[in-house]
């Protein structure tokens, strides 16, 4: 048998290596390097898109002042002015968090490019099909804030008059005089007259017989006036007047003398009728006669001077 040749031992401690000799001894320090350095860069972003979001938090916050009286008009204001505000945090915190999100991506190697580019041709095509929707919230939005109306108001929009009963950022509602709700797309409204700010004003012209004097239905004009202002349950309603303006117009047919009333708002059509009202037992009191109108009554309206033209006494 041949013999055994002895191989020389080698020192234990050989058979490691040394951490000069490894090879992931210069790596690992690199990735530790790298991922401390981008793990750093992510929660900066974070704590940046945090920052803004609550900066925007403060001042939507500053929008909203809380109503002053406790009138439905106020309150409703009130929760208008939250809703725009919670609008534009909620619009503005998206942006932010959608800035964040890609800044991240490219700092973990991701290219946010073909993502933009996605948003983007998908923004366009939601353009298109939404542009009514988004007209009709923009529109909206320059209601609400530049406070031309608010739910509680008389309003009149192109060739509809109402009360307000609903507003969003979307539609406005309208309760006309039949009872009809009426909506209307905010896109579609060019002109609004607001009938319920500050005070109202209404004219009542009093057409008077051409042949008497004027100074005896003007101081019956002025008593019924007088006596309008001075009854408390009306007097809480108006603002100015009413008034004597004068001679509106006068012909061979009648004098019309103009009567001129400021109310709170609203309130013009019924102070008006209370006037007529007494303006009507004041003449009648006095013995003044009103303008004497004859009416014709067309039974046949082609056979304009014919027989069938019937001829009624004076109202």
């Known amino acids: 048998m041949n013999e055994l040749r002895r191989v020389p031992s080698m020192p234990a401690d050989s058979m490691l290596y040394s951490p000069v000799e490894s090879p992931m001894s210069s790596i690992v320090p690199f990735l530790s ?25 403060t001042m939507t916050s500053l929008l909203v002042k809380p109503s002053a009286g406790q009138s439905r008009s106020e309150q409703a204001r009130e929760q208008q002015i939250r809703a725009l505000a919670a609008v ?42 939404a542009q009514n929707l988004v007209r009709d919230v923009i529109a909206g939005f320059y209601i609400v804030l530049e406070d031309q109306y608010v739910a509680g108001d008389t309003v009149q929009i192109s060739e509809d008059i109402g009360r307000v009963e609903h507003l969003t950022l979307r539609r406005t509602v309208l309760r006309d005089a039949r009872g009809a709700l009426v909506t209307i797309a905010n896109g579609d409204i060019r002109t609004v007259a607001n009938l ?6 209404s004219f009542v012209d009093i057409g008077l017989a051409p042949e008497i004097l004027l100074a005896k239905p003007m101081a019956a004009l002025e008593a019924a006036a007088a006596e ?8 809480q309603a108006l603002v100015d007047g009413p008034r004597v303006l004068g001679v509106q117009s006068y012909d061979r047919k009648a004098t019309v003398v103009r009567l001129q009333v400021r109310t709170t708002p609203t309130r013009q059509d019924e102070v008006t009728r209370e006037l007529r009202r007494r303006i009507q037992i004041e003449f009648q009191k006095q013995g003044i006669p009103l303008a004497s109108v004859l009416r014709f009554e067309l039974t046949n309206p082609q056979l304009l001077g014919g027989e069938n033209t019937q001829s009624k006494s004076p109202q």
């Open 33 to 57: 390097e790298a991922t401390l350095s981008t793990a750093l860069h992510l929660l900066g972003i974070f704590i940046v898109a945090l920052l803004l979001n609550r900066f925007l938090r």
């Open 228 to 235: 309008l202002r001075s009854d408390a349950s009306w007097s």
């Open 88 to 129: 534009v945090y909620g619009a503005a915190s998206k942006v932010v968090w959608m800035v964040a999100i890609l800044t991240a991506l490219d700092q973990v190697g991701i290219n946010p490019m073909p993502t933009l580019t996605l948003m983007a041709f998908a923004a366009v095509a939601i353009g298109f099909g």
């Open 196 to 201: 319920s700010r500050d005070w109202s004003q």
